[in-house]
């Protein structure tokens, strides 16, 4: 069967400093509220930036709330800013701690800082700061991930990695964290480091040495359980899938992506070029096959991966890009929020576009698609969306047919963010998959 694949631009926000991450709320009842966090070299007079012996690091914490209200309103709201120090990496607690959501921040001043979402009497909602721990002097906190990707919460932990090659885990407890162990990794920077979900006592963590390493806390960080260099450069994302045992992404800046069995790291199951470096992967919130990929040089990409989890080899199909960025692809994820209505149809005229000091931050640019793989749209300031359809992907039927997808099956809607460095932008956009049905029954006629 054919599908269609159409990804659509829903808003797009200036963040005035270069934004690196971005995450929607997990946490049930905060599915509507997205942070995005940015990172901004402060140049000296000479202009030279990173050479400076103290070279000043900014960055800025924004918070949504998304909400679709009319064609004629941005859904996205900003609710509050922060200025900060510069910010690496932001990810939510899966689960409410004392029945607040927790986020984490990872900071170019080497610390890891939690802040809670509060909730006013008039039903606003904006981040205070909890508690903050410094890793290492002289370092940037390069990643975090919490331990309750599969919502269990009878250990709540964190690990970081940071640019002195050094991974640190973290507990929280009573308010406070408390750095329990904390060892050198790698040689170079350790660009990441993520929990298995399935078993919290293992972790993974990536290196500018090209290495990809697994260790176990109960065995102490002495000696890892494997290191691997597979990835011919530096390795800067990993995911554990939380829907599937054993099962681990990776990607790094030789721009492929690679599919792991945790019970045999001496061979990924599958490699995907994506033709760009994969700064961040992300499995979808519910669809165990789906994966996210910020893809720095080359946009944003959604694989299907059941095939590859199921011992096909080969690089897993693309089902859709996302298109529309000027700049370094960095930050992106899914949102657990469901979109039952459809997307709006296209207007047969465009109207003029707003200036960006007209909507306060908000831009509305339409684009005409530059590829006839995907239908990758944006808005015109109506709310309104242009082109109406193009040429579905070749990719589509057979990752359709790998979902064991039929006429009857309901069609896929999600909301994502994601977000470029040098231009500063945010983007709010949709992704529908459905069954092709003019090309169903053109098949049948």
């Not at 899966?94 to 509060?118: D, N, R």
């Not at 790291?265 to 470096?277: D, I, K, T, Y």
């Not at 919130?285 to 080969?314: K, R």
């Amino acid at each position: 069967m054919a599908w269609k694949s159409r990804t659509r631009s829903l808003q797009v926000f200036d963040t005035e400093l270069s934004a690196d991450t971005v995450e929607w709320c997990p946490v049930p009842t905060k599915h509507r509220i997205l942070v995005c966090g940015t990172y901004q070299l402060q140049r000296g007079p000479d202009g030279v930036g990173e050479s400076n012996t103290n070279p000043s690091r900014t960055g800025r914490l924004y918070l949504f709330e998304f909400r679709q209200e009319g064609l004629m309103i941005p859904p996205l709201t900003e609710l509050q800013r922060v200025d900060t120090a510069a910010i690496l990496d932001l990810k939510w607690c899966h689960i409410p701690v004392s029945e607040k959501a927790l986020l984490g921040m990872a900071a170019a001043t080497g610390e890891l800082q939690l802040y809670t979402l509060s909730h006013s009497q008039e039903g606003r909602h904006s981040l205070q700061p909890l508690t903050s721990l410094e890793v290492g002097t002289d370092r940037l906190a390069l990643s975090l991930d919490w331990s309750t990707g599969r919502l269990d919460s009878s250990d709540v932990r964190m690990v970081c990695s940071d640019s002195a090659g050094c991974v640190s885990v973290v507990s929280f407890a009573d308010g406070s964290l408390t750095v329990l162990s904390q060892w050198k990794a790698h040689n170079f920077e350790a660009w990441i480091s993520a929990f298995s979900y399935w078993d919290t006592q293992l972790v993974y963590s990536g290196g500018d040495d090209c290495k990809l390493k697994g260790w176990d806390l109960r065995l102490g960080p002495s000696h890892p359980t494997f290191s691997s260099k597979r990835h011919s450069m530096g390795v800067c994302s990993i995911h554990s899938n939380p829907h599937q045992e054993h099962i681990l992404a990776t990607g790094s800046y030789d721009e492929q992506v690679l599919l792991w069995d945790g019970r045999n790291m001496q061979r990924p199951l599958s490699e995907s070029p994506l033709g760009g470096g994969v700064w961040r992967l992300k499995w979808h919130p519910t669809h165990q096959h789906l994966l996210l990929a910020a893809c720095m040089h080359n946009d944003f990409h959604i694989l299907h991966c059941q095939q590859n989890l199921e011992g096909s080899g080969g690089p897993c199909p693309i089902v859709a890009s996302y298109i529309l960025h000027n700049s370094l692809a960095y930050g992106a994820d899914w949102s657990h929020l469901s979109l039952e209505e459809p997307p709006p149809r296209s207007p047969p005229t465009a109207e003029p576009k707003e200036s960006l000091a007209e909507t306060r931050g908000h831009l509305r640019i339409q684009y005409e698609s530059p590829t006839g793989s995907f239908d990758t749209s944006m808005e015109d300031d109506a709310g309104r969306y242009i082109p109406e359809r193009v040429t579905a992907p070749s990719t589509s039927s057979a990752a359709g047919a790998a979902l064991g997808v039929s006429g009857d099956d309901p069609s896929l809607s999600c909301l994502l963010a994601s977000c470029s460095f040098y231009d500063h932008m945010l983007h709010v956009w949709r992704w529908d998959w459905s069954p092709d049905c003019n090309h169903r029954e053109t098949q049948q006629s």
